[in-house]
């Protein structure tokens, strides 16, 4: 499996960015796909979960009613719809996948991913 990232830029802030993530090597309705982010000095964190075959999506409580997750079955695309965009949002973007889907307490966490794209650029600035 193999995913490829793009969609980053510079926004303003209050702006909006669609990221893609392009997934190739398996249909991307069998997979659970993620999407994490890393600010300069900070830690990975997990941004958004999508579970395979129609399963559970989570957000985590910084993004939630901001951000979207998607999936496109017919594309093998999967997308972040980030809005309302701040400085806090500014990082570095990956998504990331698994085969088989994660109970709640695990979905933010990385080493539960098996897969990995390369990550895209964001910064929001005025």
């Known amino acids: 499996v193999q995913l490829q990232a793009c969609g980053g830029g510079l926004v303003q802030p209050g702006g909006s960015l669609r990221l893609s993530c392009e997934v190739s090597g398996e249909t991307v309705n069998y997979l659970t796909v993620a999407w994490f982010r890393q600010a300069p000095g900070k830690e990975r964190e997990a941004v958004s979960y999508?579970?395979?075959?129609?399963?559970?999506?989570y957000y985590r409580s910084s993004v939630k009613g901001r951000f979207t997750i998607s999936k496109d079955n017919a594309k093998n695309m999967v997308y972040l719809q980030m809005n309302s965009l701040t400085s806090e949002d500014t990082a570095v973007y990956y998504c990331?996948?698994?085969?088989?889907?994660?109970?709640?307490?695990?979905?933010?966490?990385?080493?539960?991913?098996?897969?990995w794209g390369q990550g895209t650029l964001v910064t929001v600035s005025s």
């Open positions: 990331a996948a698994r085969r088989n889907n994660l109970v709640a307490s695990a979905w933010h966490d990385s080493r539960q991913y098996r897969y």
């Open positions: 999508k579970g395979s075959r129609g399963g559970s999506t």
